[in-house]
């Protein structure tokens, strides 16, 4: 059984960066197409970037394009989504989530690592 796991969070001031980490173990695969979710306190989740199985195709929303990006290494089975100029806006758990379909229905989700953006 797959899992995702997700790490590289932490708490930084604001301006700063970090980069998260989405890593699958147990079974391979490369044909998935996968996204970074996060949940700030008192929000609901909302879909941030997706990254198709070739790492190609890219999408963004627009509250994170130009701060973040989204890269996948596939011979590691391993997801990024580096971050940079941090707002406190940005504080929230953040998920990487598949998408085996590739049709926008994420069907494994990790437990989320949390980011923590101080003013």
């Known amino acids: 059984q797959v899992q995702l796991v997700e790490s590289g969070g932490g708490v930084v001031q604001a301006g700063g960066s970090l980069r998260l980490s989405c890593a699958a173990s147990?079974?391979?695969?490369?044909?998935?197409?996968m996204g970074w979710f996060r949940q700030g306190p008192g929000k609901e989740r909302e879909l941030l970037a997706t990254?198709?199985?070739?790492?190609?195709?890219?999408y963004y929303k627009d509250s994170v394009k130009g701060r973040f990006t989204i890269s996948r290494d596939n011979a590691k089975n391993t997801v990024y989504l580096q971050m940079n100029s941090l707002k406190p806006g940005d504080t929230a758990v953040y998920y990487c989530?598949?998408?085996?379909?590739?049709?926008?229905?994420?069907?494994?989700w990790g437990q989320g690592t949390q980011v923590t953006v101080s003013s």
């Open positions: 989530a598949r998408d085996l379909a590739g049709t926008g229905g994420y069907d494994l």
């Open positions: 147990g079974r391979t695969f490369s044909s998935y197409a």
């Open positions: 990254i198709r199985w070739s790492g190609d195709s890219t």
